[in-house]
């Protein structure tokens, strides 16, 4: 009777590329879910690039977070990512303070297969794990995660145990839900490893391998497991929604021998957001 739940997407808006904004509002909606963007920059393409125009909304933010306080709106979840410049780290944390009741997850976007993003300075970087140790949950792929905790980026494979160990660590800087994506488990495949702190569980949901990375799978994976959690999934199952779905379109995608740059084709499949499936692909990791 409460309507769709509502999140504030504290994130760019990138012209083509298919990522952040252009990735969460098609596929938060689909899931019955409302999007109110915060834009934290407006790019012509995403910095993979290379070339592109950048306008920076630093500014914006706090004067938007401004007006929603005297309107006394409400958000279900603040879901942040892509920032433009480290003061924006200041005008997120005001964000999130200003909507105690509301879920806080922060995509801790800063890079990708070991390289920060062009745009992100050691500074954005380094302030970053201010707003990890505010969040209620965190996905960070494995170079994001590698950052936070100050790591080098594991080469090849990595073992279960590592990333258990990754996952609490990182849960002891304050997340009590901690999701890694793109993780090489020595077990075979590309997985994504979950972690909640209030029941001690570890969830790990096996993926096939795909050569290439597109752009955008990141806001996809965590647009899907907020859409599944806000609508009573279970970590696990949440977790499953979000990897298949990325899965399926990462594939889509591949078939069409499209460049990564132009991102994850979700288009065709968007309608299978809504329709229901049995999600039971999970395992104790
Ligand atoms: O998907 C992460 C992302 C978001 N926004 C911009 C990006 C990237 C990754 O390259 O460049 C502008």
Redesign the pocket.
Known sequence: MTGPKKVAAI??I?GI?R??LTVIIPVLSAMGVQVCPVPT?V?SA???YGEFVMRDLTDYIPAALAHYKRLGTDFDCIYS??LASSEQIDHCLDFFASFPQALKVVDP?MG?NGKS???YTPQLCARMSELAAIADIITPNLTEAAILLGEDFPEGTVDSAMMRSWLVRLSQKGPEIVVITSVPLTSGGICTVGYDRRRNSFWKIAGEYVPISY??S??MFTSVLIGGILGGDSLPIAMNRAAAFTQSTIKTTYSYGTHWTDGIMFEPQLYRLRADRELSDYTNL
């Open positions: 994130h760019d990138s590329g990522c952040s920059a790019l995403h910095t993979g990512g892509f976007v990708d993003y062009q745009t752009s955008g990141g806001d």
